[in-house]
């Protein structure tokens, strides 16, 4: 059950301004859509964080999170990310891989900070799901840029010296069987309308059938024939209104921009062969916190057993929560974050009491 005396964001929240950004320079020419909230204190923020969602989510993901790092004096910059919500959707995979994306959110920092005191400083850097993916590739390829890293629910893994095709992945993790369903083109075609993808954010946030069939199975994927939207209660997780919002955003690039990111499996192991022959570090050497979920079925906590092995300045911590964990326990992760964020930025006290 979602917390409600976290205080959080609303869809239409006058703490937060709507800003689009085109970055320039880019392949592709993507134009990112991101919340900007700046700190009510007095005083220059204390950094900038920047938090990055997954799927199925949107910048609104975080909404438990935005006002908790505000009372810290962070500034908080959060895209949608390419393919969701008001962001662009391009067609090249090539727009979706790690590199790609880290590339942008380089370029959009540095927008961000351009012109303010906080004009070439490092950032906080914050993921769940692939937007957790993101941060530990991010940390790889840019980590100048970084003062500090967290990630909720997603695990470091190290880079790859061979291929490993999704079927092969998934013999060996059977929780991402989804993951061959989601990377084809049915669930991209099947999932089209306000009602298809209502029942499928319902079903994905934890609603459930009322003649009680089960919908996801992370082993096998969504069973598309049980969308049926008037035979799906609502979800725990969100509120009417939020849900509301969610389907509006959707509607406006549907599931095939947000679903790419499953299909970029070899593009992002031909770009990460140049650290490997280039020599770069493999290792995160930025001070980490990963934060697991008990009951994350897509991610459970004994895959980032092995993380210390190549994250050299680690702190681990655990919610009992599902995958969800950012809304369905937002005052343990946000105090986990919070005593992350107060002992690595130490140069310079956050402002709310933790």
């Known amino acids: 059950m979602a917390a409600t005396k976290v205080d959080k964001l609303t869809p239409t929240d006058p703490r937060v ?13 993507k134009t990112y859509h991101y919340l900007l909230a700046e700190p009510s204190s007095p005083t220059k923020p204390v950094a900038t964080a920047l938090l990055l969602h997954g799927f199925p989510d949107l910048s609104f993901g975080w909404r438990y999170q935005v006002p908790y790092l505000l ?15 008001r962001s662009d959707a391009p067609r090249d995979l090539a727009a979706y891989s790690y590199k790609a994306v880290v590339d942008d959110l380089v370029a959009l920092v540095e927008h961000v900070q351009r012109g303010t005191e906080q ?6 850097l914050g993921g769940h799901d692939w937007g957790g993916a993101v941060v530990w590739r991010f940390a790889l390829w840019r980590p100048e840029v970084l003062r500090c890293v967290f990630s909720v629910c997603t695990p470091f893994w190290p880079v790859s010296e061979v291929y490993v095709s999704k079927e092969e992945l998934v013999k060996r993790l059977p929780n991402f069987g989804y993951q061959l369903q989601f990377e084809k083109t049915e669930v991209d075609e099947a999932v089209v309308g306000r009602d298809k993808i209502r029942a499928f954010l319902s079903v994905m ?4 059938r009322d003649d009680g069939q089960a919908v996801v199975d992370t082993t096998k994927g969504v069973r598309l024939d049980l969308l049926e939207v008037n035979k799906i209660g609502e979800s725990p997780l969100v509120s009417r209104e939020e849900m509301d919002y969610y389907v ?3 509607v406006k690039n549907g599931m095939r921009g ?8 070899k593009i992002n192991y031909d770009e990460e062969r140049t650290l490997l022959e280039e020599g770069k570090k ?10 697991t979920a008990t009951r994350d079925a897509a991610l459970p906590p004994d895959m980032a057993a092995g993380m210390g092995k190549w994250v050299d ?25 919070g005593e992350f964020l107060e002992g690595t930025l130490k140069d310079q006290p956050l402002k709310a009491s933790i």
């Open 248 to 250: 509006d955003e959707y």
């Open 205 to 208: 946030y934890g609603a459930r």
């Open 71 to 85: 009372s810290l004096g962070l500034r908080v910059v959060v895209p949608d990310m390419v393919g969701y919500g």
């Open 282 to 291: 493999t290792r995160i050497t930025v001070p980490s916190l990963m934060v």
């Open 313 to 337: 300045n680690l702190v681990t911590r655990q919610v009992d929560a599902s995958h969800w964990a950012l809304w369905q326990t937002p005052a343990e992760t946000n105090q986990y974050i």
């Open 17 to 29: 301004q709507h800003h689009t950004y085109t970055i320039p320079n880019s392949p592709h020419n």
């Open 119 to 124: 004009e070439g400083q490092k950032i906080v």
């Open 258 to 265: 947000p679903l790419s990111w499953y299909k970029t499996t």
